[in-house]
């Protein structure tokens, strides 16, 4: 059997926070050994280093992985703006191994050997049955390209293995994002996890953006920069197509104006893509017009600019549910849900319906965070990397 602990807990301090929620989440083990904890923290706490040594205190030598919140944690029981979430996965049934390394350079080449790592570790642990490998991936957003940390870890960890995570957040300063690493609170580093079960783990992320303007070409990239979209500053064409599909955006070409593009009138991209298009949100505006997105896009690929009203993102995210408990072939322990902070900002009040649906659908308890990119990936999936989408591990309860 596989055991599921979630708790949030705020408090003025972050340590005081931690050693609730770890507490709380161990308890509901009952009595289950704890293989992994999953935590993520408000970024504004000033005692942040704390949190991994309070996790330890209770916990005991139990592997960590996580990091800053992206404005919002999710618990069993509802959504928390300023505190700490804990995960516990644990029990017979499951087992984890954590590693971890530095950024060294744009293309994350480094962690492909990384992820080899946990490769060979879960060749070793299908000798004792657990034969499904399911890894998860954190990393600061301020430090990486979330399209290089996937396609790294992807080689690292093999065709056969499942990739879910996502890059940590802060409250919207898009400067403070760290992960936890090694019993510490750090910027440049990417923290995996490798989860060996006997049944495989469910993940499913959904979005519910629809495309509302017309189809355009991406003619210039340079690296994550957009530079033109059918020959014009990408500003200017996505912000024309945002005004005439409704758009009522800022005023000039600040920080207010990606936000509001992300949160309402992100960027769809047609080429390749499954059964969604895959989102892209800016992050960030240059003068030239050039749009700062969370990873590359490949020219010429074919873009739209999509919106979605709150029903369709809450169906969404309903489907991601029944999508990752259908995979587990059975009964669940629990679920993890990591969700873009668009979804935070797009929803506004209702965005704690949308946890609320998610645990109905997965019939468990839930816990997670609010992220600034999403990383999914099952073995037929052909993208890894995704904005915008509420993302679900459903964790077999055997």
Wanted: proline share 5%; hydrophobic share 50%; aromatic share 4%.
């Amino acid at each position: 059997m596989i055991g599921f602990g979630s708790s949030v807990a705020g408090s003025p301090r972050a340590a005081t926070a931690a050693a609730g929620a770890a507490s709380d989440a161990l308890a509901q083990l009952a009595g289950a050994r704890p293989a992994l904890a999953i935590v993520f923290a408000s970024a504004g706490y000033e005692d942040l280093g704390a949190v991994p040594a309070a996790i330890g205190h209770v916990l005991g030598d139990v592997p960590l992985i996580g990091g800053t919140s992206g404005g919002c944690l999710i618990g069993p029981h509802g959504i928390l703006r300023r505190g700490v979430s804990v995960v516990l996965l644990g029990g017979e049934g499951i087992e984890a191994m954590c590693v971890s390394g530095k950024v060294r350079s744009a293309e994350l080449h480094e962690a492909v050997a990384v992820a080899a790592k946990l490769a060979a570790a879960a060749d070793e642990a299908a000798k004792r049955g657990f034969v499904e490998l399911t890894c998860l991936a954190f990393a600061p957003d301020v430090a990486v390209d979330g399209g290089a940390l996937t396609a790294a870890v992807r080689k690292g960890a093999g065709a056969r293995a499942q990739l879910a995570g996502g890059l940590t957040g802060d409250e919207m300063t898009f400067d403070r994002s760290r992960v936890f690493s090694g019993g510490e609170v750090v910027d440049d580093r990417f923290v995996l996890a490798g989860l060996f079960t006997r049944r495989p783990l469910g993940v499913a992320a959904h979005h519910g953006w629809r495309p509302v303007g017309p189809a355009r070409a991406i003619t210039r990239t340079d690296g994550p920069w957009l530079v033109s979209i059918d020959g014009r500053p990408a500003l200017d064409a996505w912000m024309e197509d945002a005004v005439l599909a409704g758009a009522t955006p800022p005023s000039g070409r600040g920080a207010d104006v990606s936000l509001y593009l992300a949160n309402h009138y992100p960027l769809g991209i047609f080429e390749p893509c499954g059964r969604e298009p895959l989102v892209r949100a800016p992050f960030g505006l240059r003068a030239d017009g050039a749009v700062l997105l969370a990873t590359n896009v490949r020219e010429r690929a074919r873009a739209r600019v999509v919106h979605a009203t709150t029903g369709e993102l809450l169906a969404a995210s309903r489907d991601a549910a029944r999508v990752a408990r259908g995979a587990t072939g059975g009964a669940l322990a629990g679920a993890l849900v990591l969700a873009c902070a668009g979804r935070l900002a797009a929803l506004g009040d209702a965005f704690s319906d949308e946890p609320r649906a998610i645990s109905t659908e997965v019939g468990a308890p839930i816990g997670g965070s609010c992220v600034f990119g999403e990383i999914a990936r099952t073995r037929r999936d052909v993208e890894a990397f995704h904005n915008s989408t509420a993302l679900v591990v459903a964790i077999p309860a055997a």
